[in-house]
């Protein structure tokens, strides 16, 4: 019986805390889909030379998908969400890649500036905070990918729409 409100409490304690995430950040721990995941891939070049963030790196899928396409290529996701973040890190920790890791924390306290490489699927208003940000940190020739929202004011050097059924568009830019 005490198992029973142990495990309960738990659960109920970790649905909590994604709401509570996801009122903070504007962001709920959606994952990419895998027709949008291969759109964007799709549009990557075959090389990427240099770091690649995350940024909301939810349950850690596109994260893996990333480090397993760039082998040569740290991979840094950063997630706010404690429970995507753990189950993410775990997943990281018993079976790799390598060449990621997943670290629980703010992107906007992260300093992108050797970034090669930025992807990210956030809302709109997350997309605008995060907009000066990018423009201040990257350097010139560095890529953002996007899930479905653009970055307004910004021109996209591809945009395609990938095969799912809400159509999702993919945003590439590169730094001028
Ligand atoms: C829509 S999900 C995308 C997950 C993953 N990137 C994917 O495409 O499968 C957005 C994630 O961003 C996270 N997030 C939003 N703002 C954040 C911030 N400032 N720092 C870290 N993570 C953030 C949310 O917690 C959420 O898990």
Redesign the pocket.
Known sequence: MTWDFIILGLVLAAIVSVFV??LM????????SAA??ETMMAMLPADIDGPIY??????????VALAGRYPASQVR?????VL?WAASRLRALLSGPENLSVRF????KVDLSDAALV?????GP?MEKLKPKLAADLKAGALVAS?TFALQGWTAADEKTASDIHMSRVYLYRVA
Request: glycine share 12%; proline share 10%; aromatic share 10%.
């Open positions: 995430s996801t950040t504007a962001a709920s721990p959606l994952p990419t949008v995941r995350e940024l909301g790196s939810g349950w850690g899928g596109l994260a996701a950063y997630e706010v969400s995507p924390g703010n992107f906007h992807v990210c699927y956030l809302p997350a899930n």
